[in-house]
């Protein structure tokens, strides 16, 4: 496998790894919980949903050809208005994540070493990839933890749980 494919395939891995966590939130969560903030001044799980979903449909968006931060896109909307229903909020984190899966598997050996733009910058595709990767991890983390927080004693872990680590770890090593 030559590096492109192996880069790509790698991205794509972290990239589900993400969505997954972001996932496995969210089936925990009703209507009321994505609304919820600590302060006036902080963003909802509806609200950065609304911001990563904005963002995916711009920089993915004819990833190979156009700037990634599209004339189309209204940022500053992302943080005003949320997601009014978690079942709206779904379509909309699935309609980004669509449209990245779709951009980082048109990427072949023969196209890697395009130029990408985002907001006038030039990088190359590893660099727009992982900008990328580093930006939506750190939101869907922000998702997690308000999540724990919303669900507080209710909250189903999505890693390995408090105090079992030496358990899993002896089940891992016996493989």
Not at 27 to 53: C, F, G, P, Y
Not at 83 to 101: D, I, N, Q, S, V
Request: charged share 25%; proline share 2%.
């Amino acid at each position: 496998m030559d590096y492109p494919d192996n880069f790509i395939k790698s991205a794509l891995f972290e990239f589900n790894r993400y969505k997954s966590m972001g996932d496995s939130t969210f089936v925990q969560l009703n209507d009321k919980d994505i609304h919820w903030k600590l302060n006036e001044s902080d963003n909802s799980i509806a609200l950065i949903v609304k911001h990563i979903s904005g963002n995916m449909l711009s920089r993915w968006t004819n990833f190979l050809t156009e700037d990634g931060e599209k004339p189309w896109r209204n940022r500053e909307d992302e943080f005003t208005n949320p997601y009014e229903t978690k079942t709206e909020m779904l379509a909309g984190w699935e309609e980004g994540w669509r449209c990245l899966f779709k951009a980082l598997n048109s990427v072949t050996s023969d196209n890697f070493d395009t130029t990408i733009k985002i907001r006038n910058e030039s990088h190359t595709i590893v660099e727009a990839v992982h900008r990328q990767l580093a930006h939506y991890s750190s939101h869907i983390g922000q998702i997690v933890l308000l999540g724990k927080m919303i669900k507080a004693e209710n909250w189903t872990a999505l890693s390995i749980p408090k105090g079992t680590s030496e358990d899993f770890n002896k089940n891992m090593f016996k493989k």
